[in-house]
């Protein structure tokens, strides 16, 4: 069997993998230094048992790049899976990955038994996904270590190399926008330009001329022609946020441009060609507007080519520390003052807040703080009123509970505060209108008992295994929380994945692969929806 090439110049990391393959019969080589790798590759010389099956590097080493390792690699070995390790947890990072034609992303730090299905995984499939080259130097456009946020990064880089239309999806303030400016950054049409529009904040009979333009004299007050959002768009992408407000009337002529390409400025007679990408974004149910009968069906399922849910900033709490010092560093450079640090009382408090703003809401706290606190150290004492006064989120399950190690898997569990979202005030997991979903999981329990749930029962039942001895507990609870759950939500919506899947506020995709994984693909075979 040929070796997995690790390439870290932390021989902890080396070490820690090679042990980890060895229990599998895996052979691997480990390097240093990508130097080391690439005199290796020299060495070769057609010697097919020394090639290797899958190479796994760090990104950033001393004089070395991983990036760059990948692409003489693939110069020379283009179908060789590497799957690419790095600490810096953000959006050009992942899709830079990608575009050097990574097999995978891998954040660290890691869950070891995750990262060995993911070289199984490169072992079985040997494929390379691909993504727009990054800005060099520039400030990250999204960060996010949380695993909602890396699938985001995921897709992005995926749809690097199309244009198809994409549908956003999220609660207001979660950065819908931010993931159609990267969407359009690392897009074919990158070099177009980017036109947003929010066809919420427009009045109605301002709109079709806002975009589709109008011809001189269409109306009262058209003094001239003028080119609308689809024409200023052309050759790049338009941004249509908050879609789900759109009126129907515009909505049909929407669908048209859609269907052929082509449209008419308001008042005029000759068509328009259209070569423009769109993405559209909302924070309502679509599907819930389509049966409501205030958004067409045929224009849901035009934009619903790709879609890309955006997880609310409480489904992604191990990202509030990165993302507020982000944000104090930020507001810094725009005042030109010294940035100030988090205490990490401050920084635990400000972690169990619920944040119903999301992101939007977190950045505007640390502008505030910026001005308004006394000190270089913001302390609790110094968080806004908001956040002092608000019942904290973690009273349920305290933070150093989900987030004793900053790896992906306490991310893994962000999934834990859904059953408990009836018991709080700030639902834990879904944002859309989906009121019934948590109290078909809490059927058997007292209707409204703030009384602890099944939380009790999972820490006696972890204390029990680790009292015992018991390997695996993490990975054995966690199987058996999922299965659970999507049991639940399957039995609920009557075996129908694709409401299951919105119902858990997860894609239908990802539930497709947690039946695989969890082994209920069978069970569920007889219910499965086509």
Not at 154 to 162: D, K, T, Y
Not at 288 to 313: K, M, S, T, W
Not at 493 to 514: C, D, F, S, V, Y
């Amino acid at each position: 069997m040929k070796p997995i090439w690790i390439v870290d110049d932390d021989p902890s990391i080396r070490f820690v993998l090679e042990k980890a393959l060895a229990r599998e019969h895996w052979p691997t080589r480990s390097f240093s230094h990508t130097d080391e790798v690439l005199q290796a590759l020299a060495d070769l010389d057609g010697a097919d048992g020394a090639a290797p099956q899958v190479l796994v590097s760090d990104i950033a080493m001393p004089g070395g790049n991983g990036l760059d390792l990948l692409e003489q690699v693939h110069a020379r070995l283009p179908g060789l899976p590497v799957i690419i390790m790095t600490a810096y947890s953000d959006l050009d990072s992942a899709v830079a990955a990608f575009q050097r034609g990574a097999f995978e992303y891998l954040p660290k730090p890691f869950d070891l038994t995750k990262a060995v299905e993911l070289i199984r995984r490169a072992l079985q499939e040997g494929q390379d996904e691909a993504a727009a080259p990054p800005a060099p130097g520039a400030m990250p456009e999204m960060l996010g270590q949380a695993r909602a946020m890396q699938d985001v990064f995921r897709a992005i880089g995926r749809l690097s190399q199309s244009q198809a239309t994409v549908l956003i999806t999220g609660e207001s303030g979660a950065g819908k926008e931010l993931v159609a400016r990267a969407l359009h950054r690392h897009s074919p049409c990158a070099q177009g330009p980017f036109v947003a529009i929010n066809t919420a904040a427009i009045p109605k009979d301002l709109l079709e001329s806002e975009l589709f333009g109008h011809e001189r004299g269409a109306f009262t007050g058209a003094q001239a022609q003028r080119r609308g959002r689809f024409e200023q768009a052309e050759g790049g992408t338009l941004f249509l946020d908050e879609i789900g407000d759109m009126p129907l009337d515009l909505q049909t002529r929407l669908l048209r441009v859609l269907s052929d390409g082509r449209f008419y400025r308001v008042g005029g007679h000759a068509p328009v060609k259209a070569h423009v990408r769109v993405i559209a974004a909302t924070h309502q149910n679509l599907e819930q507007r389509v049966r409501d009968g205030v958004f067409r069906e045929d224009l849901f399922h035009r934009l619903n080519v790709i879609r890309l849910r955006l997880p609310a900033l409480r489904e992604r709490r191990e990202d509030i520390p990165l993302l507020a010092r982000h944000f104090l560093q930020v507001s810094a450079q725009q005042l030109g003052v010294e940035p100030k640090r988090f205490s990490d009382a401050a920084l635990q408090r400000l972690a169990q807040y619920a944040f119903p703003g999301n992101v939007r809401q977190l950045e505007n706290i640390c502008h505030w703080l910026t001005v308004m606190a006394p000190a270089q150290t913001i302390s609790v004492q110094d968080l806004p009123p908001e956040v002092l006064e608000a019942l904290p989120l973690a009273a349920a399950v305290p933070l150093e509970h989900e987030a004793a190690a900053s790896s992906p898997a306490p991310a893994g569990m962000q999934a834990e505060p859904a059953p408990r979202a009836t018991a709080m005030p700030e639902p834990a997991r879904e944002p859309g209108p989906e009121p019934g979903a948590d109290t078909r999981w809490e059927a058997g329990a007292a209707p409204a008992a703030p009384a602890p749930g099944w939380e009790p029962t999972l820490a006696r039942e972890a204390l029990a295994q680790l009292g015992a001895g018991q390997a695996q507990v993490w990975d054995g609870l966690l199987r058996r929380f999922e299965s659970t759950l999507i049991h639940a939500a399957l039995e609920a919506t009557h075996g129908r994945r694709r409401e299951a899947a919105e119902r858990l506020g997860i894609g239908r995709n990802t539930l497709t692969r947690k039946l695989q994984e969890l082994g209920l693909e069978a069970q569920d075979m007889d219910k499965k929806e086509l």
